[in-house]
């Protein structure tokens, strides 16, 4: 094994609209919500840091029910891809393709109209899925995204035949090129809580049990990570990646393809102390991790 350097680190970002904006988020310290033009600045300087990756979340300014501003031209996170690359040279920008931010009901999904319901018993996902309509918003989200000059789409929906989608329509539209990190191995966890505050992404009813993955579940896990690997993804995730650090080491081993592992928020608001957060991430490294997503990744370069 390697040991950990500032080049296998991903520093995730949150855009959002207007000029000037910097806002703190309360459950992440240290971590603020950017406008692009700030977003610019605070990317320049990762270079000189050895950190050479993003990962971009977008707030829209408006949500409805089918995501509309996640796949805009104009969206928030094409806007920044479009100015980072613009300004920035040599960063691999990755794009989270997701709906949840960009949906009323904060899903990660399309619903049937008429089924909205906040009757619907925590954990039952009893309100109909269109499926069809999903994948289609998905598809179309990363290759807006791609338009506008990401290096990587990161599908995080959790959606059966995502990864197919996203290729085919990347392909057909002469984006060969542009990679899939797969988020195939995504455990239903309470360690996503203050990243859905950073992005107001709290489901309105139900929550997303339903479809991410059940913890004690490792064999679907693994199954999943096969299946989006034959869909065409060039890396594949485990997240999160602290508790889940036997996830990371059984994917690596069985399926020697390139892995990432996402060191999320609620791991991240946890630990304060540089030399626990250093061993942390070295030993998801350990386990099996190629690269780790990580908001420490800029405070903690510097010790790597
Ligand atoms: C959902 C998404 C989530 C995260 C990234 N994309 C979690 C969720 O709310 O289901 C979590 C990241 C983190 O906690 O740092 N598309």
Redesign the pocket.
Known sequence: MNKLKPADLVM?YFVISGKARREPIFTMPGICRLSIDNLVREVSGLKEKGIDKILL?GLPERKDPYASEAYAESGIVSQAVRAIKAKVRRLTVIT?V????YTEHGH?RILKSGVRSSAVPAGRQEFGVDKKGTLEALARIALSHARAGADIVAP??VMDGQVGAIRKILDKNGFKKVKILA?SA?F??A??????E??D??PQFGD?RGY?LDPFDVKKALARVGREIREGADMVMV??ALAYLDVIYQVKQKYKFPLAA???????AMMRDKKLILESLNAMRRAGADII?T?HAKEIAKAL
């Open positions: 995730p979340f989270d997701c709906l949840c931010a990660c995080s929906a988020y995504k239903a966890s360690f996503y809580g203050p990243f859905r950073a992005l992404s709290e997303r991410q997240k999160p996402y060191n999320v928020s609620g791991e991240f997503i908001y």
